[in-house]
């Protein structure tokens, strides 16, 4: 196997010219150079130089290799500049999008603990629909997204874009306080198709999970009002305008209602870090491993 040392002595030889010039840039005697080209010539089984009495020359075999180990070194200088960052992973910015409710708990989970290890990165932060940020990440504008899928409204990420997945959470049924669908077990929403319905608007469709789910259960919702901040839908729910189906996230620490699973089919959503593959961005490896570890700090305390 040829050694990187011996072929920046060779380029440093092509480069300047001389084994003199080549000693300068490289801080070595002569003599070293020397030791090291015919060193090189006997891993290579093939001549490299010509020597005359007061000057050298490259062998054209000698001229091709410089050629290539300027390549070889240019893959090994950009491996090392990339280790390095990965290790120091302390600067920079880091650009995040994510949807409402994964704001609640999951993200401020993630980013204390990130921000607290990596204070000098630069948190630039941006709220919307996945399907209204997924551009933004595709061009670049965005280091990492927080998505979610619905099992009842399942979707492909577009090409050059990878999806880690973080958690799957499942749907809850919300309902003023004292509803006596609160005291069934084993309730589906077909027993409260007369209600009116607080729901969300379609990821980028005019029917939300609910309705789709509706469908399934043999009846359609009636739908009171539409809001994808679920702060408003639990306001709604509080005051006894309507139930409403809301995804763990959205639904944990409520207060002023009553929240209890309920039974159908495919109610639960997954959640994901969408990232390009290609992002050099050294601080992005660090944070999904830390948004993973906020996804386990969720799971121990609400079981």
């Known amino acids: 196997m040829l050694s990187s040392h011996r072929l920046r002595v060779l380029r440093e030889v ?3 010219g001389s084994i003199a010039g080549a000693a300068r840039t490289l801080r070595l005697s002569p003599s070293a150079v020397s030791h090291q080209l015919s060193r090189l010539e006997e891993e290579a089984g093939v001549g490299l130089v010509e020597r005359g009495a007061q000057s050298l020359r490259l062998t054209a075999a000698g001229r091709r290799l410089a050629t290539k180990a300027q390549e070889v070194l240019d893959l090994i200088e950009a491996a090392e500049r990339d280790l390095l960052a990965q290790a120091r992973a302390d600067a920079g910015q880091l650009r995040i999008g994510f949807f409402a409710s994964s704001g609640y708990r999951l993200l401020p989970l993630a980013l204390s603990a990130f921000a607290a290890r990596h204070p000098a990165v630069d948190l630039d932060l941006v709220e919307g629909q996945p399907h209204e940020l997924m551009p933004d990440l595709e061009r670049g504008v965005l280091d990492v997204l927080v998505v979610f899928e619905h099992a009842l409204d399942p979707w492909q ?55 789709r789910a509706g469908v399934l259960e043999g009846f359609s919702p009636r739908i009171r009002c539409r809001s994808d901040h679920y702060e408003v839908t639990l306001g709604l729910v509080r005051a006894g305008f309507g139930v409403a189906l ?19 089919p495919r109610l639960h959503r997954r959640i994901g870090a969408a990232v390009r593959p290609t992002n050099p961005n050294p601080a992005l490896r660090s944070f999904l491993d830390y948004l993973l570890d906020a996804v386990g700090r969720l799971r121990s305390t609400t079981g």
């Not at 577009?158 to 880690?164: F, L, R, S």
């Not at 499942?170 to 319905?197: S, Y």
């Not at 809301?246 to 159908?264: D, F, I, K, N, Y």
């Open 157 to 211: 990420p577009p090409e050059g874009v990878e999806i880690t997945p973080l958690l799957e959470e499942p749907q809850f049924l919300v309902l003023p306080l004292g509803h006596p669908a609160g005291r069934t077990a084993g309730v589906r929403l077909a027993d409260l198709a007369d209600e009116p319905w607080i729901t969300t608007y379609g990821t980028d469709t005019p029917v939300s999970v609910l309705e």
């Open 246 to 264: 809301v995804p763990s996230l959205g639904a944990h620490g409520a207060t002023g209602v009553q929240v209890c699973r309920v039974e159908g």
């Open 14 to 16: 092509f480069r300047t």
